[in-house]
């Protein structure tokens, strides 16, 4: 590797976008697994570190992301040229993370993917499988027979989220803000807009709400909630602050639950697990836009403006 250079998107100035940059390949040390990235998730979370608005954030310069998938170059752990998921261990909060030809990350931050897997769904599934899985079983007790809200419901972790609630035997109504993505909500879920949420679009009252969007979205689902039912927390993409009327939170009795994937990960990894072999083989689904490495403002724009459908991902192949 030595005289080679690599490219990397570098982020300078909290509030700008990361620019791509040549360098040389990051040099590997004891513990440390190098890996050739070939695609790297571009999420929320990601752009919540970019703003310089998350609680963990990294000294600059720094390389975001979060989460990517490549092929190990060189490792003391991993075998070389196996396929990795590259995540956790602060990869794009604390230390560099994917946004780049090749990372250098932590031998525990890289996990085994089967081969053959698609890069861009390995690097996309375990976050919105494992928030799905954990808002609809772990937090929001789902059971057979109960009827399920699920707002931005064509999103990665929405649409996953009324996949993993149909299954769990629940009537499910998929929420969209916008009508081109009434199509995109996954079936069995009757999709509904979000500007038009009543007792008489969604049928009556519902039992849980699984909400990705925050913001007025969320009070409006809020209001559909039979009393002792269940809201489970999970985004803000529409807006991180929402205000209680104390006098009507008590009186609704909705149990408001925050779902935490960065917590509670270790608890859904099985499920996340086993719910990527039935991504790859179709029998669910989970929408994946590609953008090269040089179309990030691009990528970043689709995400921001909501008009991306499911996971947007930077192919570095
Ligand atoms: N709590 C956790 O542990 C956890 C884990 C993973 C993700 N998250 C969070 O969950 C949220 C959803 O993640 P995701 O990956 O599913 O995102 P996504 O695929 O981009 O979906 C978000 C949806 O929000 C809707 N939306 C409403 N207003 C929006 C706006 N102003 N800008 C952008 N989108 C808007 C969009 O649908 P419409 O066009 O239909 O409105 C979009 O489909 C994010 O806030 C993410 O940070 C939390």
């Given at each position: 590797m030595q005289g080679q250079t690599s490219r990397a998107l570098v982020?300078?100035?909290?509030?700008t976008l990361p620019r791509l940059v040549e360098r040389p390949v990051p040099v590997r040390e004891p513990g440390r697994t190098l890996v050739r990235v070939r695609a790297a998730q571009v999420a929320h979370l990601d752009l919540n570190v970019v703003d310089g608005k998350f609680g963990i954030l990294p000294d600059l310069p720094s390389v975001p992301g979060t989460s990517a998938c490549g092929v190990v170059?060189?490792?003391?752990t991993h075998a070389e040229g196996s396929l990795v998921r590259i995540n956790g261990?602060?990869?794009?909060?604390?230390r560099d993370g994917g946004w780049a030809e090749h990372a250098v990350v932590p031998d525990a931050a890289a996990l085994p993917v089967p081969e053959g897997t698609d890069p861009a769904l390995a690097c996309s599934y375990f976050s919105p499988a494992g928030t799905a899985w954990l808002a609809v079983h772990?937090?929001?007790g789902v059971r057979p027979g109960e009827r399920v809200l699920v707002t931005g419901a064509s999103g990665a972790v929405g649409a996953l989220a009324v996949q993993v609630a149909a299954r769990a035997g629940a009537e499910v109504i998929g929420v969209v803000?916008?009508?081109?993505?009434l199509s995109h909500v996954p079936a069995p879920a009757k999709p509904v807009l979000a500007a038009e949420l009543s007792p008489d679009a969604v049928g009556g009252t519902v039992d849980a709400i699984v909400d990705t969007v925050g913001g007025p979205v969320l009070r409006d689902a809020l209001a559909l909630v039979r009393p002792r039912g269940r809201a489970a927390l999970v985004g803000?993409?529409?807006?991180?602050e929402f205000s209680v009327d104390l006098a009507d939170f008590l009186l609704a009795d909705v149990a408001l639950l925050p779902v935490n994937l960065m917590s509670r990960g270790k608890e859904v990894a099985a499920d996340a697990e086993r719910m990527l072999a039935e991504l790859a083989s179709g029998e669910l689904t989970l929408p994946i836009e590609r953008h090269g490495i040089e179309g990030l403002g691009q990528a970043v724009d689709r995400l921001r403006s909501g008009e991306a459908v499911g996971r947007v991902v930077l192919d570095l192949d």
């Open positions: 982020l300078e100035r909290f509030g170059l060189a490792s003391d261990k602060g990869l794009g909060l604390r772990s937090v929001a803000g916008r009508p081109a993505k803000y993409t529409a807006g991180r």
